[in-house]
């Protein structure tokens, strides 16, 4: 190479540095709004999922956004699935903010959770005197316009196996709800949920160009694929959606970041809208 060359390419490779700092550290207030149209013909109406994934709230409080956004896409039901809070920040202030976020969303709309590693110790505190349902190893259903819905939801660290090989009865659709998509190989085969919903990857939060094309071809141009997961199951379901034999499992990228790091690249923080109902409507 010749060293006018080599100087050349040097002070390029040196000047793009900040720039894909400065595009990581913004990012993370980029949310994106995803929609995903599935096929369910025992339902009467197409529904509205809207899901709610690894917030990570924190001090630095930029996510006051979220429950607007979500309740202007008219969702008729709303599952949250973990990691709402980071390690040390269960105190009594963290707590009634936390509430208060949750307090904003629209009361009439049916609301349901699990939680996540991050929320350990937390349980019994996070939804207090809210009007969402924790499915922390159970099972609920509600009705929605005639559609019964059922969600069976998994604790992180010690899930029900049981309850979750117990068959669902009645329902026009299932969902399983757990934290991470480690659980779709228990789920998937028994048959039982049309849907599953996860988190906890966070898409990699830091993602490479045409990564995921080498990976397993999901998604488009430029195919940013996650380095890592944080899952036993490693980047297989790294984010979006996963059509398998016996039901759908979809894994949100999440809204906030690993240990408050504000951090993401071509991963941008994801409120994902699912739209499931009959063929042709």
């Known amino acids: 190479m010749k060293r006018r060359t080599f100087i050349r390419s040097t002070l390029l490779g040196v000047a793009g540095v900040p720039l894909l700092a400065a595009e990581g550290l913004a990012e993370p207030n980029r949310f994106e709004v995803t929609r995903t149209r599935l096929v369910n013909n025992k339902l009467s109406r197409t529904l509205r999922i809207v899901q709610v994934t690894d917030m990570h709230l924190t001090y630095r409080g930029n996510d006051d956004s979220i429950p607007g956004l979500v ?12 990691d709402y809070v980071d390690h040390g920040t269960g105190t009594p202030p963290d707590m009634q903010r936390f509430r208060s976020f949750i307090h904003e969303f629209d009361s009439t709309t049916p609301m349901f959770a699990i939680f996540g590693n991050w929320d350990r110790g937390y349980e019994g505190r996070l939804f207090k005197r809210t009007l969402v349902r924790s499915v922390r ?38 969902c399983v709800l757990y934290h991470s998509p480690d659980m779709v190989v228990f789920a998937e085969p028994t048959g039982y949920y049309d849907l599953m919903l996860a988190g906890h990857t966070h898409g990699g939060q830091v993602r490479l160009p045409f990564l995921r094309l080498l990976q397993d071809g999901h998604g488009s141009f430029p195919w940013p694929g996650a380095i890592i997961t944080g899952t036993y199951t490693g ?31 071509l991963c941008r923080p994801e409120l994902a809208v699912i739209e499931i109902g009959p063929e042709g409507t």
């Open 235 to 265: 980047t297989r379901y790294q984010s979006g959606l996963y059509r398998l034999q016996n039901m759908d499992l979809y894994v949100s990228r999440g809204l906030g970041e690993t240990d408050g790091i504000p951090f993401r690249f």
């Open 71 to 82: 309740n202007s896409l008219e969702p008729d039901l709303v599952l949250f699935t973990g």
């Open 137 to 174: 190893n159970r099972r609920e259903s509600v009705v929605i316009d005639g559609n019964t819905v059922s969600i069976t939801g998994m604790d992180y660290y010690h899930p029900d196996m049981q309850l979750l090989q117990t068959a669902v009865n009645g329902a026009d659709l299932s």
